[in-house]
């Protein structure tokens, strides 16, 4: 099992940029696809960003299309941490993010039911 504590959260204008970390415990963090997710005011939540495990030392991403050239996702396994760096950001970002891990056999997954921890969210704000 692994618990997840994201952080990095708050309020910035738009065309700002927040970086939001998810540290993890256990020791077997590199074994699990990551994922970033948010969850809008009245919406459902919804793929943000991926990153598979490490083969050779590379990594695959995958990102929802509104994020796409503007979030970068990246993981430190040596350091248990997933991170999502989020420029050029718009009001539309406004949401709780939520990091999460799955044991899943592929290279990423994109839907929330296939992740099996999640951390418990923090609070992103974009002014216009």
């Known amino acids: 099992q692994v618990q997840l504590v994201e952080s990095g959260g708050g309020l910035v204008q738009a065309g700002g940029f927040l970086s939001l970390s998810c540290a993890a415990s256990?020791?077997?963090?590199?074994?699990?696809?990551m994922g970033w997710f948010r969850q809008a005011p009245g919406k459902e939540r919804e793929f943000v960003a991926a990153?598979?495990?490490?083969?050779?030392?590379?990594?695959?991403?995958d990102y929802a299309n509104s994020v796409k050239g503007r979030f970068t996702i990246s993981r430190d396994d040596a350091k248990n941490t997933v991170y999502l760096l989020m420029n050029s950001l718009k009001p539309e970002d406004t949401a709780v993010y939520y990091c999460?891990?799955?044991?899943?056999?592929?290279?990423?997954?994109?839907?929330?039911?296939?992740?099996?921890?999640w951390g418990q969210g923090t609070q992103v704000t974009v002014s216009s």
């Open positions: 256990g020791r077997t963090f590199s074994s699990y696809i």
């Open positions: 999460a891990a799955s044991v899943a056999r592929s290279i990423v997954v994109l839907t929330p039911q296939e992740y099996d921890y």
């Open positions: 990153i598979s495990r490490s083969s050779d030392r590379a990594y695959y991403s």
